[in-house]
T-cell receptor, first 115, second 117 residues
């Protein structure tokens, strides 16, 4: 089936540094998402993105977070600067359309550890 | 906002037995419901999406029951086998205030299922 690839699978970074998480979404998909899962907790919506713009973001999407998909390449989540509480697994997802019934295809996640 | 509670967090089941995972949700505008399976190191795999109330939806080796009256969604693994060992997540999407639907999902906390041979 369609695959979403996330690179890298693990990333360790010092607090205060910048990190960019990369996502290669399904090729013909138009909507992109980031979800965050802190260890032992449920996955939570961060942001969705369409046509070069953020459509909706949650309160977890702090000012230090940004997303972009330059020239149809990777969909990225940048955190600058990182904080200890940013340690989590970040899941990227994409969908062909939006509307609730659309299937979101997820990547396998990037585990971010902020020291 | 929507809250989704999933139980149990961990589940051990003998091979050949059945097991049930249940999610309850709070938003009466919840409209589409999903079950995902995640094997270690892999991405979330969609098992089923449902929207009809009180229907049993059958998949390969499992059934899904949605009861909108009780705001309850359940996944029943029938005749569990070792390949069912994984984390399972329910997810819900709700109508927005505009009356439309978005791709934003609210997830349950997940259930780690271990099938014992």
């Amino acid at each position: 089936g369609p695959k979403v690839l996330q690179i890298p699978s693990h990333q360790i970074i010092d607090m205060g540094q910048m990190v960019t998480l990369n996502c290669d979404p399904v090729s013909n998909h138009l909507y992109f998402y980031w979800y965050k899962q802190i260890l032992g907790q449920q996955m939570e919506f961060l942001v969705n993105f369409y046509n070069g713009k953020v459509m909706e973001k949650s309160k977890l999407f702090k000012d230090q977070f940004s997303v972009e998909r330059p020239d149809g390449s990777y969909f990225t989540l940048k955190i600058q600067p990182t904080a200890l509480e940013d340690s989590a697994v970040y899941f990227c997802a994409s969908s062909l359309g939006t509307g609730g019934a659309e299937t979101l295809y997820f990547g396998s996640g990037t585990r971010l550890t902020v020291l | 906002g929507e809250q989704v509670e999933q139980r149990p967090p961990h589940l051990s089941v003998r091979e050949g037995d059945s097991a049930v995972i249940t999610c309850t949700y709070t938003d009466p505008n919840s409209y589409y419901f999903f079950w995902y399976k995640q094997e270690p190191g892999a991405s979330l795999q969609l098992l089923m999406k449902v929207f009809s109330s009180t229907e049993i939806n059958e998949g390969q080796g499992f059934t899904v029951l949605l009861n909108k009256k009780d705001k309850r969604l359940s996944l029943n693994l029938t005749a569990a086998h070792p390949g069912d060992s994984a984390a399972y997540f329910c997810a819900v999407s709700a109508l927005e205030n505009t009356g439309g639907l978005s791709g934003k999902l609210t997830f349950g906390e997940g259930t780690q299922v271990t099938v014992i041979s």
